[in-house]
Each structure stands twice: as C-alpha cells, then as structure tokens.
C-alpha cells in the first residue's frame, strides 16, 4: 500500500518519509521536490514569480504523474497538497493518508524564520502566520487515516504496519471526521483520549458482562477514572428514562466537560449514550463500540442518535458525530443467531444501494456469512461502513441521497411494529421491507421481476424472511413509517432499482398501499 503523508510545514513530512520509506523497503518520494524538477525551479521561486495557482496547478499534475506509478511507495506531500478537495479525495482513495502533527511552538521552533517557506513570508509574523494556516487547513489535515504526533517518543512504524494490515475506514466529514477500525479483538486494545478526564462506559445487562466489564477492569487498572452505567437490554428500553439514568450517574460522578462517553452494544446503546453525550453539559465525546452486527454496519456510523417515544421510534435525537467507532468482531462471537440475521439484512441493504460488485460478493459470501464466518463478516462490515460513509460524508443531515439508507424501512418499520415490540427483529422487518419496495416498484411500471426473485433468494440464504405478503393488512399499513420521511405532504419512498440504482420517490402513502395491493404474480 501507498502511504502519504500530510500536515504544516515544520511537521517532518519529508524527514518522515526518508525513514518510513527505508524501513518498509520503499523508494521514499517528496512532492515539492519533484514539483522543483518538473517547475524548474523552488517552490518559493515558483509561488514568487508565478502565484500560488500556478504552483497548485503545477502541484496537481505533478501528483497525478506520481499517482499513476505502478509501484508503491511513501510520498512526503506538500504543506497545502490536501486543502484541494479533489486531490484528497484521490489520496484518501489510493492510499493511507496519514497526518503529522506538532504544538504551534514546536512547529515554530522548527521553520525557523520561514524565509524559504512562501507562505509564511507574507504574514505579519510568522508565528501568526503558521497559526492561520492551521486553522485554515485543519478540517483537511483531520481527513486523514491516522494522526502522528511527532513530539512523541513512541515509534510510528508499528502504528503505520498496523494500518496497513488493517486499515481503518475513514468518514470524511472535515474538523468532525472520525475512523471506524474494524477487527478482531480491537476491544482489548481500546483506548480512550489521553486527555479525558473521566469515562463513562455504558452497556446493557446482556453486554455488560460479556464484553464490557472487562474493558471497565482494565481501564479502572490503568487508573483512569471510570464510571459504568448498566442499562436494561432492548428496543423496549430505548427511553427517556434510560438516557436520564446515563446522564444522573454522569452527574453524581461530577464527571466533567472533558469526560468521555464509551458505547459499548448494540444499536439501542449507542443510540442512547450517543444521544445523552450530545446533551450532558452540552455535549462531551462520545466513542462508539459496537456489539451487534447490525449496530457495527449501520447505528454507529453517521451520527444519528436518540431514543424512542410512545408515538414512534427515534422520534427525539440528534446529530452527534462521535470520535471514533471500534468494531470488535470478537463480539459477535455471543451475539444470538437470529440478531446476526438482523444485522445481515442491513448488509444486504447496503450491498444493494451500493453495486452490481458489491451484491455480487454478498452473493458469493452469502454461506459463509449465514454460518457466522468472522473473514466473510469482516469483508460484509468494512463494505457496509465504507458505504455509509460516503453517503455520511455527502448528506450528513439527510437533506438528499442519506434518505436513501431507508431502503426497506418505511414499509419495515410497518411489518415490525404491526408485529408487535420484539416479535419480528428489525432486521427481518427490514428484509420484508425491500421485498415489498419491489412489488411497489413494479405496481409504478418499473421493476423487473427478476430483480425481486434475486433479492429474495439472497435474503432467504441469510436466513431471512420473504413472505411479506402474507403479512400485508391494514394493520400494517397504518403503521407505516411515513411521518418522519414526509416532505411536503408526501413520503420519500425508496425505489430499489438494481443494485447501485436505488432512488428516492415521492409518492403519496394512500398510493403505496394500493401498489402493494396489486396482484403480483409469482
Ligand atoms: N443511529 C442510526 O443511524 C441507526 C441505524 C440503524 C439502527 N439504529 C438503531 O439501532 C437499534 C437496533 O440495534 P441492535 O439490533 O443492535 O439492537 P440492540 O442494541 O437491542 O441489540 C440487540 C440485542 O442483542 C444484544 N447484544 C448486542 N451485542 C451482543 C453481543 N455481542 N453478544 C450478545 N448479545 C448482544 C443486546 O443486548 C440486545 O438484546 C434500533 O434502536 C435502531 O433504531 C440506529
Ligand atoms: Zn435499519
């Protein structure tokens, strides 16, 4: 794999890379030197004499050049190479970014008098300067894979090995971006932020001996000061109530505005502790760790958090990223067969929102992935975040394409509330959903028929149900999940067309019911 590395000016790119690059066995390249021999002259010479858009542009063919190697290697970038947007994107694409970092008087210590560097000459000091610049590029420099603190004694060559083995997923969302590792036994190696100044471990009482009182043992051993909140396991559960017992116990601890809260479980868990973080004292970090396989592909990336009232689910939330979400696949070890069922069924969501090559691997896995196969999992959940991701990153507060990860709910949400709390698992519900988004779709003259068959027959591989339509009644209709969705009168219904082709269409609820009542033949 290629690694890049990013940061200001006086942070040790080049330094870096020379070192990096002699350990790992590969050429070690800098951007702003070849941008020298390709320009013909320095790169302070190139900013005085023809601006910095010239040098931008002369920077972004000289990367494309690079980029188009065949090899791999360690490529020290320039200072501001990643504030273009199109340039990190290809990075972060092709490689693992990684983002040096220093305190302003380190940095300041090391350019010195910043004669060379043609940024800087400009300022009214350079101090202030290089402190412009920082703030300026911060929500750039935070889009990285990983940040390295290069004050610290500690090596980075493990920390990089250990990312390229398993590198973690980005969500790109600029100074709140995060990183979503995934693997097996990450929870062991859980680490909250240094400085934080008190840990708040929620869980539920199904998890909380399982996987959660041995990261509380262990951080209470390390003498950090930990406060865990055992909540009861469950949808049911997913109240108010419960979010009052997290922050009361916040409280009575006199945690502060530096704490951290650490999710550890399922959806119903992270939602709660995301949603009581965003509101404690106006809002502390939150990391995620989540146990269900549903919670890892689709609840603990994207930032929606909340709670339940009698009138719907999630009716009260908010938006909260969190700081950084730990998959431990180890968990789903305990996790009853028919929750991984449920968490498969938003895989297959995500598979069929995603493309064609991507169904076409669930397909191939689909054996393996029902046996509860950690490799076939690993591959189903890093596919999945990558996803959610994206579409995070594009809509993060669901204004456009995010509506789209409702695929299978709005009908979903019907099949699983008409069947009463617990009696048919989100997931299962959600399986029914797509099914039934298909027959919608051909009622409206567009689906294919095979689609459909495809669909089923993968979902019921995943041991998941199809029959909808002996489920389909009144009943189930006026449980439909249109309040929340509703735009100007109609709901956002989603299409699923074939995979990579599902879109948004607004239909009024009293027409979805009679295209589900349309006869569908076999
Ligand atoms: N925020 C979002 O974007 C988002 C997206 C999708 C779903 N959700 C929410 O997620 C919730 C559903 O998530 P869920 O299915 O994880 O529900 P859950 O948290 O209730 O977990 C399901 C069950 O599995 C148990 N469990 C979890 N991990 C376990 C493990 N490793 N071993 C043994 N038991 C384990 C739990 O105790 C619970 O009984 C819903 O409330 C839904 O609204 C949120
Ligand atoms: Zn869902």
Redesign the pocket.
Known sequence: MRIFLSGPMGAGKSTTALRLAQALGLPALDLDAQIEVRGGATVAAIFRDRGEAAFRELEREVLGQILARSDDFVLALGGGTVVDRASRARLLEDGLVVTLQASLDELYRRVGAGTERPLLARGPDVATRLGELLHQRAAAYAECHLFWDTEQEEALLPVIVACLVSPPILVPLGERSYRVRVGAGLLASMEPPADASGVLVVS????HG??AAEVVRRLDDAGRRVVQVVLP???AH?TLAQVEAIWQQALDARLDRDAFVWAI???????MAAFAASTLMRGVRVGLA???L??MV?????G???F?MRQG??LVGTFWQPTEVVADLR??????VL?RQ??LA?VVKSAWLDSEQVVVALERDADALAAGDLAALESAVRRSVALKARIVSEDEREAGSRALLNLGHTLGHGFEAAAGLGAL???QAVALGMLAACRVERALGEGERDTEHRLAHLLQRLGLPTNWEERLDAHVLSFLDVDKKRRGGRTRFILPGSPGHARVHPIEASALGQALRSPGGA
């Not at 689709?298 to 994207?302: F, H």
């Not at 968990?331 to 009853?336: A, D, K, R, V």
């Open positions: 539920d009482d199904n998890v399982l996987w396991a469950g949808e997913k479980g399922g959806g119903v868990v992270t939602d989540p146990t269900s549903l919670a689709d609840a603990a990336v994207g929606k958090t909340g339940d689910k999630n968990t789903l070890s305990t996790l009853p929750e449920s968490g938003e698992g989100h997931g």
